[in-house]
């Protein structure tokens, strides 16, 4: 038989119980992003250029191979490492090279970057470095965007279109 | 306990138990069932769960609809389910994380005890990759922070063929595939998660998986009052289009979030990783410990009752069919990777009693460091010469209060390594042999003994409702239990105090003229 003194530490003690789980189940409230301040990603997975030059077969290699495999050209997999630099308002935010994916460095790089920058009017210039030239940019684009509050604005790579993106 | 820090919260947690025993009862008091409080809170979050699944919609598009419309428009029986399983899985969390603390902080996770600390350092991934799942599939605001932030955490470790946060790129990115990977994700791990939970209490017997009464209707009405009051709502629908700002987040499962958003992804890992890793090898930390041999059957004097396999807290003696040409067809067999030396095995065994003829007396299972033999032989030498009215042997466990302050011209006292030890016919003994005018056993409170369950079989034993029982003609008033925490000294002198004064005005009990006093080794 539950004692009365018991009973009335019972309703104390899971009133506590349920202010605790009832308040750290929604507070305190965090602040993610600053509501006024707009985001933006630059994400993209790309392959780089293969590194080296292709190789045309001649009709005797040809030849010597499994008919299922006669392609006209030899290449090598491994792929060059993406660099990728971007400007915000003639300030450079981002830089980063990075390697394939992949043992045989013979996959996608990829790049990710989220940062908040203030509502408003923005230039962004964005260059990709993906051949074997290392001193020249393969890809490059500039753009000016204005920007609303809390509004997610990202740079990608559209692999079709072989150009930047910006949505 | 070496640990001065943990020898203090130790001690402060003994005496927040007994506060709490004070203000609610002893039997509604969670703190002595908080591993079983998880198992109650992982069926309401489970069955709550399978409700929420019917009306559930899996697609981007309509899951947060599909919730809106079970928290608004099926009010209060769906808003009610709702509020059920999230805050079902708020107090889950809520004693997990405590019933760890508490485990470490009473020493109980190194040892034989390994595994069940060990297998438990998964189950609190499991219980909060189910939560933030869980979290996702309202797709709100929340769970766009959440998912976001879970796919770049993931993303970071850079194992993954594609990046999991691209998922979350822009409004037109996600597919409802992605909703259905995640139901069936959020129902897998839960199940996993019972699975584990299964084996994580695989080597206790007699595991507490079932609160009390008391605890289950108070806390049931509790969450249901909860959730009636406060109900669980949603944040506005997500929207890859827009950056989540200020959140409303469930720090229950969410406190790690922050620390990625200001600190990075490896800090993230290395604390989750870390803490892991850490908890994972606690039990091998503690080598420094020496540990008591185990138990050790004899097989000559076991006759394979079967008390002792019953009786253990770890399952560590088994019976099996015995082939020594013995008149008796069962045998005990010791499992000693699982035995904690607690000696509840050899009080079990109804060979343990001093008024069987043989010195050394001998029993069926044994602890080598402390042979029952050597108990009898110390409850004569504790007692030999005690004088005065009132002269009490008190019988106590190496984890309660000390005993050795309470030693006197009357008093004579004995540690054991756990109350449970403590055989029946060894106080039929002390008193019969005219050894002392009472006992008074004592021992760590019950839910908290090192050893589990010493004080409750101890009691039931010498209330005669567990075998072996305490002899019927032994006078009842002439042994008395106290339970005391290592910090209830004080109360336990006054109750030996007392005992004492009710002793001395007992008559002298009468005896065969036979019956002589032993005298001590």
């Given at each position: 038989m539950i004692k009365p003194q018991h009973i009335a530490g019972q309703i104390v003690a899971y009133t506590a119980f349920a202010l605790m789980i009832g308040y750290f189940a929604s507070r305190p409230a965090y602040h993610h992003h600053a509501p006024e301040n707009a985001l933006l990603k630059l994400s993209l997975t790309h392959a780089g250029q293969r590194v080296g030059e292709c190789k045309d077969r001649t009709p005797e290699e040809l030849a010597k191979m499994p008919p299922n495999m006669r392609t006209k050209q030899s290449c090598g997999r491994e792929r060059n490492a993406v660099t990728l630099e971007m400007d915000l308002d003639g300030k450079l935010v981002f830089q980063q090279t990075a390697r394939p994916a992949g043992l045989s460095a013979d996959g996608r790089s990829r790049f990710y970057d989220s940062r908040e920058v203030p509502a408003g009017q923005h230039v962004m210039r964005v260059r990709m470095r993906d051949g074997n030239n290392a001193n020249i940019f393969d890809q490059k684009a500039e753009l000016t965007v204005t920007l609303e509050p809390r509004q997610v604005f990202v740079v990608d790579f559209d692999e079709e279109d072989g150009k930047f993106s910006f949505q | 306990m070496s640990n001065p820090i943990k020898s203090a919260l130790r001690a402060g947690l003994f005496r927040a138990e007994s506060a709490w025993d004070g203000l609610v009862g002893r039997e509604a008091n969670p703190m002595y069932h908080l591993g079983a409080m998880s198992w109650y809170f992982f069926w309401i979050v489970g069955a709550s769960g399978l409700y929420l699944?019917?009306?559930?919609?899996?697609s981007a598009a309509r899951a947060w609809n599909s919730i809106e419309y079970i928290t608004r428009e099926q009010w209060y029986w769906g808003g009610l389910i709702r509020s059920l399983h999230r805050y079902g899985s708020d107090a889950m969390v809520l004693t997990m994380m405590l019933h760890l603390v508490r485990e470490w902080l009473l020493d109980r996770y190194h040892g034989a005890r390994w595994f069940a600390w060990f297998t438990g350092v998964p189950l609190i991934w499991m219980v909060f990759s189910s939560g933030i799942t869980g979290y996702w599939l309202v797709w709100d605001e929340l769970a766009q922070y959440l998912a976001i932030g879970t796919a770049e955490w993931l993303d970071w470790l850079g194992i993954f063929a594609q990046s999991i946060a691209r998922n979350f790129l822009t409004r037109g990115a996600l597919t409802d595939r992605f909703f259905t990977l995640l139901i069936f994700i959020h129902i897998a791990v839960p199940l996993f998660l019972l699975f584990a939970m299964w084996i994580h209490i695989l080597r206790i017997n007699r595991a507490d998986t079932n609160p009390p009464r008391q605890l289950v209707i108070g806390t049931s009405i509790m969450l249901v009052a909860l959730s009636l009051i406060h109900p669980a709502t949603s944040h506005p629908a997500a929207d890859l289009g827009r950056s989540t700002a200020i959140l409303d987040p469930d720090w229950f499962f969410m406190a790690l979030y922050p620390l990625y958003d200001t600190k990075g992804p490896a800090m993230a890992w290395g604390v989750s990783i870390g803490v892991t890793l850490l908890l994972s090898v606690m039990p091998w930390m503690a080598l420094r410990r020496k540990r008591s041999s185990a138990a050790e059957v004899l097989a000559s004097h076991c006759n394979g009752c079967g008390n002792c396999a019953s009786d253990c807290p770890f399952g560590a003696v088994t019976i099996r069919p015995r082939q020594d040409g013995s008149p008796h067809r069962e045998i005990a067999v010791m499992q000693p990777d699982l035995c904690t030396s607690c000696g509840i095995c050899v009080a079990s065994c109804n060979k343990s009693n001093p008024f069987l003829k043989g010195d050394p007396h001998k029993t069926g299972i044994d602890l080598p460091d402390f042979a029952f033999d050597l108990v009898v032989k110390r409850v004569s030498a504790r007692t030999h010469g005690l004088t005065g009215p009132g002269r009490v042997l008190v019988l106590g466990c190496d984890h309660g209060a000390v005993l050795d302050h309470l030693k006197g011209h009357s008093v004579g006292v004995l540690s054991l390594p756990c109350t449970g030890m403590v055989a029946p016919s060894v106080i039929d003994y002390a008193l019969n042999k005219d050894l002392v005018d009472g006992v008074l056993v004592t021992g760590c409170r019950p839910g908290e003994c090192f050893h589990r369950l010493g004080p409750e079989w101890t009691a039931m034993r010498l209330a005669g409702e567990r075998v072996p029982k305490l002899r019927g003609a032994v006078d009842k008033e002439r042994v008395r239990l106290f339970w005391a925490a290592s910090t209830e000294v004080k109360a336990l002198s006054r109750d030996l105090a007392e005992f004492r004064v009710q002793l001395a005005e007992m008559p002298k009990p009468e005896r065969p003229e036979g019956t002589a006093r032993r005298v001590a080794e």
């Open positions: - | 699944f019917v009306p559930y919609d899996t």
